[in-house]
């Protein structure tokens, strides 16, 4: 089993910045495994989108257009935390973020993560509980 856990969400006015953290903690099988973590979010009456998605072993990370040149994803191994760094936030920004995570236990890499990361159906099979993310006009 896996737990992950976000928070740094809240309320802010369009401009301004938030970062999001999320820690992902497990067994021994996970923690010594390669490891995919992600961002999602979903607003009120739309689908989830997908945001933002890292390897733990190297690769370069991904982040989707809509947010690209404002969101910036990041890692600390040490502390098995990926962040979310949130500029020039928009009130469409506006959403509950969702943080998950995948062991990547037969090492395939930062390929599986954007496999995951696609696939709605069978992708991250754990997440968070969301942290609510308000941008104001």
């Known amino acids: 089993q896996v737990q992950v856990v976000e928070s740094g969400g809240g309320s802010v006015q369009a401009g301004g910045s938030l970062r999001l953290s999320c820690v992902a903690s497990?067994?021994?099988?996970?923690?010594?495994?390669?490891?995919?973590m992600a961002w999602f979010r979903q607003a009120p009456g739309k689908e989830r989108e997908g945001i933002a998605y890292?390897?733990?072993?190297?690769?370069?990370?991904y982040v989707a257009d809509s947010v690209k040149g404002r969101f910036t994803i990041s890692r600390d191994n040490a502390k098995n935390t990926v962040y979310l760094q949130m500029n020039s936030l928009k009130p469409e920004d506006t959403a509950t973020y969702y943080c998950a995570a995948e062991g990547d236990y037969y090492a395939r890499g930062s390929g599986y993560c954007y496999n995951l990361f696609v696939d709605d159906d069978a992708g991250f099979t754990y997440w968070g509980q969301g942290t609510q993310v308000t941008v104001s006009s």
């Open positions: 497990g067994n021994s099988k996970y923690t010594h495994s390669g490891k995919c």
């Open positions: 890292i390897y733990s072993r190297g690769g370069w990370p």
